[in-house]
């Protein structure tokens, strides 16, 4: 009966492992990094890559892209508005998201001529 107990227990044991692991697996280490003026590096750790979708503020999907582990966006391209990017596993859920707001500021200076 002990033997019977042990190897129960051992399973179960071995159960809550390979759970936990698959746990781990589906909340992948994920960052989205600003590296300059409208620069976003994207990192994810996952073997099977991720999704980048960027919306604007109407919700509508502007540019999405498959990554490997590592990509640089330059959002230089964007328009003045509100936008949000997500980063999506093989599952399509949201590992990550980041929103941001591009507005150009227009300087104006007076310089006093002799």
């Known amino acids: 009966m002990k033997k019977y107990t042990l190897a129960a227990l051992f399973l179960v044991a071995s159960m809550s492992v390979v759970s936990a692991a698959n746990g781990a ?3 992948l280490p994920v960052n989205i990094e600003s590296v300059g003026k409208l620069k976003y590096m994207v990192s994810v750790q996952a073997k099977a890559g991720a999704t980048v979708i960027i919306y604007d503020a109407e919700n509508n999907e502007i540019h999405k892209e498959s990554i490997a582990s590592k990509k640089l966006f330059n959002l230089a391209g964007l328009a003045d508005g509100s936008y949000r990017m ?8 949201v590992l990550s998201s980041k929103s941001f707001t591009i ?3 227009v300087k104006r200076d007076i310089i006093a001529m002799n």
């Open 25 to 27: 697996e589906l909340s």
């Open 103 to 105: 507005k150009t500021e």
């Open 86 to 93: 997500e980063v999506l596993d093989i599952r399509k859920n």
